[in-house]
Every structure is written in C-alpha cells, then in structure tokens.
C-alpha cells in the first residue's frame, strides 16, 4: 500500500464526482497567499504528510487572509509534525461545518468477508474504531461484492437504515458512490473520508481523504507519481529511493527488497547490515537479531530466483550504510539454487571489505546447491582478513543462535582498533587488447593481456579455460573458446538481452588467481550517496 | 492442467508435477496449441483442453500479470475443483474479484501466490516435492499435515518435520498476498477429516487474522487433531510491511503477541523458537 496525500485523493474524489472544498496546493508562502487571495475568504492551511491527528500536532492553522496565509505557510513548510518534514501544504476554503461524518472503505481479509467493506458514521472527526466502541449504533458496515460492486440504489438503502433523513441522504449518496469509484479505479486498499461535512448552506464537503494505494497495482496508476511502491509510514529515504529505481522497478527476476529500520545514524551506535534469503526466513532472521537488542540499519530480502547482479545491488545498498557486521539469514530451503547468491556475496564482499579487516560477517545458506554454495563463498573470500561464519541447513532454524555469532563477532570487533581505514577503488585495468560486452545488467570486460591463454597462445592453460566451463555451468553459452582465447558465443546483441548473470566468469578467473575478467554492475547515484554520506 | 506451460518456469514446473507423480494431462498457453512439454499437450484454450482430456480436476495457473485473472476467468468456464493460482503480485482489485469468482462457482482457489502444494507420493500442484535432491529430505510420506503462509518456510517446515523423524501428509503454501482463496482456518476443517493426518505444523507471520481465525474454529471443536504452530516477526515495527504483501502490523492488529494468544489458549503448541520444533513434534506424536 503506498500512500497518497490529502490534496491528491480530494483531486481523485473530485474526478469521481464528490464535492471537495476550493483551493490549491502550495510548496512555498508566496503561493499560499496567491491561493488565498483567489479563494477570497478564509483558509485552512494543512501540511501534506502521512499523519492524523495533525490539528492537534500543529499541522492545521486558520488564516483570515492572503498574509496571515503567507505567515503561516511559512512556520510550516520545513517543520517537522510528528517526525515529518512539511514539504508542502494545501490551502483551502474554510468551511462552516454544520456536521462532521465518517465514510470508509477498507479491505477486509477475514475468512468470512474477503472483500471490500464500507464503513459509514454518524459521527466524523474521531477515529471510527473509538466511536464504533463507545456508540456502536452510530456505525454501519456494508460488505461490498467485488464483482457487483456498490450501486447508488445500494448506497441510498445504507443511508436510509441509518436514519439519515432523504434530503441530506441525496447529498451524501454522490460523495460515498465517488469514494467507491475511486477505490476501485484506482486500486485503493483503504480509501477514507474523515470527516465529511454537512455545511451550514446544505453542501456537503470531503474535508479530508486518506488513500492507500495497492502495491502490485502502482504500476496502472503512473498519474500518481507514487516514488516507492511499499507500506511505509514516512516518505522514501534517498537510498531507498536509488534501490528501488535501480534495483526493483521494472525487474520481475526474483525480488530484490530493501528498506531502512534506522533513518537517524548514530555514531556511539552499533549497526548490522541486515540480509535475509526468502520472505518467511528473512522475518525469521530479522527477528531474532533484534530479539537479541542488535540494531538492524536495513531489512533486505531477495528471493524468488533473482539473477546475482541483482542480489550482488541489494548488497551494495546495504554497504552503503554505517556497519559493524553484515549478516546473510537465509533460514529457509530455497528451492532456487544458491550459487548465485554465493557469486554476489563473493564480488560485493571483495569489494566493500577488502580493506575492512577483521569485519563480522554470518552467512546462512540453504537448499538447492547449498554445499557447492558455501565453497564458492569460501574459495572466493580467501585472502580476505575478515571474521566470518558460513553455516548450512544444519542450523537452518537456529536463527537464535546465528543471531548470538553475530553478537559475539561483532562485539570481539569493536574491541578491536582498526578503524578508519581509508578504502580502496577497484579499478580495471585498460589495455587495447580485450573483449567488452553488456548483458542486461552488466559489462563484462576480459583483458586478454591478463588473459594466459591468450597471451601465450595455448589451448591447454593451467586456467583450464576457467570462464567459459563457469559459463557452460551457471550462464548457459555466453561465451566460447576461439582462437585460444574466450569470446562472445553469441551475438553482442543477443548477449544484451541475456538476463541469467550469474557473476560465475570473473569468480572463476578469480579462483585460478588470473583476475584477466573484470564484472562492473552499474548502480547510478550510489557513489554520489555515499560521498554525502561522508 | 497447467496454464502457461511452455515458458521457463511452466516448463519448470510441470517437470516438478510430473517428478512427484502427479497426472498431468495437459497444458495451455494461447497460440502454442499443438506442441509439447515433456509429452505433454499443448492446447490453446482450457476449453480445448477440458474437450480432449475430462474430466480435469484442477489447474495450476502460472499467467502472469492481468493475464492472471482472464486465465482464471477460462478456466472457470470449465468444471474443475481446484485452481492454485501460483503468480504473485498479482493487483489487489482482481484478487478480489478472483476469490469472489471462486466462491461463487464453488471451486477452491489456493492463492494467489501459493507456491503450490504436494501430498509426497502421490502428486503435486506446483513448485514442491521435487528435485529429488529435496524430496529426499523435506518431502517424504507420513502424517503430519504442514501449513505455510510463506513458500520458502512451506519446504523448511517440511524438512525439519522429515529430519525428526515423521513424514508429510500434505504440505501446502497458503500464498502471501493480503487477500487468499484459501486461509490457514479454512485448510484446518479439511486436515481434520484427512484420515492420514495426525496433526498440523503451521508457520504463521505477523498481519491479518487468520491465526485468530483459527483458533476460534479450534475452540468451536472444529479441528481438534493436534496443531504446532510457530509465528515470527516478533520485535518488527508497526506501520512497516515485511516481505509479503500481508506481513504488516496495523492499528495494533496483526502482532505476534496477540497471535500466540489466541492460538494458545484455544489449546495449539505455539512455539518461542522455530528451533524447538524437533523437541515439540517428539513430545507430542510420539509420547
């Protein structure tokens, strides 16, 4: 459920019919006062944020006129209500509210309804669970049929049975038909308007909207301009913002999640850079570490078979945060196979740790090819001074006890002074002599002056040809030997669209200590970030 | 049946089905009519399908996207008995629809999202019991009935169930998606009048209320076979979804602490940690 703002479900209702009060948006003072003065009467001035309760935190003020207006657009934007950063405030016609109603519709996922439900009261302004507690008889809730869906006559039948005399009833009926279409066309999870407002000349009003729009139905909705597509109760962090462009969207091979737990580093604190394998073993993971007090700066999870350049970004997303451990949970027997995550793991690490000694990491792997998995992992980190752990099916449900490693680890390595060590670039080497090719997520470079059997022309290399038998393995006829050297078994346009990328040729290379294959995953912004960062 | 047999997963998948001896009669996929996979036909329609093969009992819809629900709209042109939906992310709006067509035609849905379900030598809808390399491990015959909301834990729970020493009637993955054709209280009823189930294992997660469902049906004596179950996400933040599209703790429903509750005092074994369940299954099955 990704959430909208207030001014943009009122612009939806609007559409859909209902009658919402007059005015704008405003992301600074002057235009608040230019809204105001069109209006020509007074305003509510309301921070557009993810909260209720916002008159009582200060984030509805009246304003008399144009200036008050700009006066207090200014005290607004920019401050923080109930954790939010104001970004922008909607400005509208103040209204002279004779009665406050309630209208809701809500997913309901219980076994007897499985469907939407409408919930409507009497009372508005309060939350309707308080009310449905202490004045029962002032709610009613209607189970919608998703296929026959809601009707006017159905609507008009609701608002009779709860004594709403016919000529407000005839008034409420487009408002709440309105907020059905809208639930509806634009795959709403939660749609509500609190209150709805019986004016003093006999209008009725949508003084307020929530929407929460459905995850798997963002992508129908691309008007909304919804960033991140994830239930969240505050806005996307920047580094989330860059997972999800250039992890998540757009690619359906496997998942690739990444959100932040901790959006406020502390430097006196303590944070494991958190990564689990599978939905369910990922929450197990999880909760067993911060069951333990650890703090965990992100919640990733990649499952469902994604590609290892995907895995090996979400790690990368990961690193970019301020560590002391990085933990991998896959308390689950994946039936993908694990080398994948084994090559990412393997590139990522190398990458981000090379100069990091002693670095916790605790890795559980498990399922289809785990053995081979936990191998590549450790051939491929040799040489790495870090302080790590690989465990197997074996302690697939001890996540308790994986939990207690990362602990202890951690804690021997913050004794420990070695910090601040500067990092290092990987840079590739650049000669003439090479072959260079994209796949879908990534450009490969080999250097063939790096390269022994292509250096010394021989088809029996003490590499034995390492890539391309890693190829025939994990990428499936990428590549092929030609003239004593590896080179593209297909065309470079075919190779572009080739979306397995197991990462398998510069870990094999790697592995035979020729290091003439050089992987680079491109992921924009996230260099800049980390400069921030620092 | 299988709908969508001929892409990489589909081809994937009825290998899986046909590995664990289940009797796959036909697949289809729109314009691939007339081919086969691994023997099997190819039909371009269920109509065509359902004509040369009937009675079909049930198909595994693997259509992603909105050729989702048009595929189950097809298929329920025919009469089968169950349809496991096994695309994710499938948009909430046709979810609804899908169950309340379900529901309608009297035909069980098990999705959307469902990874599938198997009954060890017997057969399969889906992703489980196969290769061997797992079967031999997580998927072998016996009593115990294995429910899960998450696809992953669906075979960890059946391992673990195998590596103490019992065997599996039927392992089946509820799906993860907010709205679901089949729920954890609705499966119970039916694992009760299963004579070669002796109890169920259960992994549950935070969000919703089928737990809570489910112990109310256990207190009204509609299943009374014994159930261990184990709930995580204990610890995870309010507000925040986890994983699956039904994994969010909302208003203060949803938690952990309220699910162990219920189930509890409705008489199930709830487990503190996933690691005791060797320990809970000997205790309870085999003294």
Sequence with gaps: ?534 | MVQGITGRFGQFIARNMLDTGTNLVAGVTPGRGGQKVWDIPVYDTVKEAWEAHAPIDSTVILVPGPGAKEALVEALEVELKIILMEVERVPLQDALECVALCRRAGVRLIGPGSAGLVSPGKGSLGIFGSPEELATLAFQPGGIGVISRSGGQTSTLAYNVCQSGFGISTAINLGSEQVLGTTFPELLPLFEADEETEGVVYYGEIGGVMEEEAAELMTEGKYTKPLIAYIAGRGLPEGMRFSHASAIIQGGQGTVEGKVKALREAGAHVLDRPEDIGPTLQKVFKE
């Design chain 1, 1 to 534: 459920m990704a959430r909208i703002f207030e001014y943009q479900g009122k612009q939806l209702l609007k559409r859909a019919g209902a009658k919402v009060p007059e005015g704008g948006v405003a992301s600074n003072p002057e235009e608040a006062r230019e809204i105001t003065r069109k209006i020509g009467k007074g305003v509510a001035i309301k921070a557009q944020i993810w909260a209720t309760g916002r008159l009582k935190a200060g984030g509805i003020k009246f304003a008399s006129d144009p200036d008050e207006a700009f006066a207090m657009t200014k005290d607004i934007l920019g401050s923080k209500i109930k954790g939010l950063v104001v970004k922008k405030v909607l400005v509208e016609e103040r209204l002279d509210v004779l009665h406050e109603y309630y209208a809701g519709i809500v997913v309901n996922a219980s076994m007897k309804i499985k469907a939407p439900v409408l919930v409507l009261s009497t009372e508005g302004g309060t939350k309707v669970e308080e009310v449905a507690a202490r004045n029962p008889e002032r709610v009613v809730k209607y189970i919608i049929d998703p296929i026959d869906g809601l009707a006017p006559a159905d609507v008009d039948r609701i608002l009779k049975e709860m004594g709403i005399e016919p000529e407000i009833s005839i008034k409420i009926n487009p408002m709440i038909t309105a907020l059905y279409t809208l639930f509806k066309e634009y795959d709403a999870t939660n749609a509500e308007i609190n209150p709805f407002v019986l004016t003093t000349e006999g209008h009725i009003y949508a003084a307020d909207c929530h929407v929460s729009i459905d995850d798997n139905s963002v992508f129908r909705h691309p008007e909304l301009g919804i960033k991140v597509p994830r239930d969240m109760e505050r806005e996307p962090t920047q580094l989330e913002q860059l997972a999800w462009d250039h992890i998540e969207e757009g690619d359906y091979r496997g998942t690739g999640y990444f959100a932040q737990m901790i959006t406020d580093f502390k430097e006196e604190e303590n944070y494991v850079g958190f990564h689990g394998i599978g939905g369910g073993g990922s929450m197990l993971g999880a909760a067993a570490l911060i069951s333990r007090g650890i703090k965990i700066a992100n919640y990733a999870d990649t499952s469902g078979d994604p590609p290892a350049s995907k895995i090996y970004k979400v790690i990368k997303a990961i690193f970019s945060q301020p560590l002391s451990a990085y933990a991998v949970v896959g308390a689950c027997l994946a039936n993908q196979e694990q080398w994948y995550h084994a090559f990412a793991i393997v590139k990522a690490l190398r990458e981000e740790l090379a100069d990091r000694s002693g670095f916790p990491v605790v890795i559980l792997l498990a399922g289809n090819k785990e053995k081979e998995a936990i191998r590549i992992i450790e051939k491929g980190l040799k040489g790495l001074d870090l302080r790590m752990e690989l465990y197997g099916r074996d302690h697939i449900y001890n996540s308790d006890f994986i939990g207690e490693r990362v602990e202890i680890l951690m804690k021997e390595y913050l004794n420990e002074e070695h910090l601040n060590k500067k990092a290092t670039e990987i840079r590739m080497a650049m000669g003439g002599n090479k072959l260079e090719f994209a796949t879908r997520s990534m450009k490969t470079t080999i250097d063939y002056d790096k390269c022994e059997p292509a250096k010394n022309n021989t088809s029996n290399p003490s590499c034995g040809f390492a890539c391309v038998k890693a190829d025939r393995l994990y990428d499936r006829g990428i590549l092929r030997i030609e003239g004593n050297r590896p080179v593209l078994a297909v065309s470079e346009e075919a190779a572009h669209k080739m979306s397995n990328e197991s990462l398998s040729w510069e870990y094999a290379c790697n592995a035979v200590g020729m290091s003439a294959v050089a992987i680079t995953i491109d992921f924009p912004g996230l260099e800049a970030y980390r400069k921030r960062l620092r």
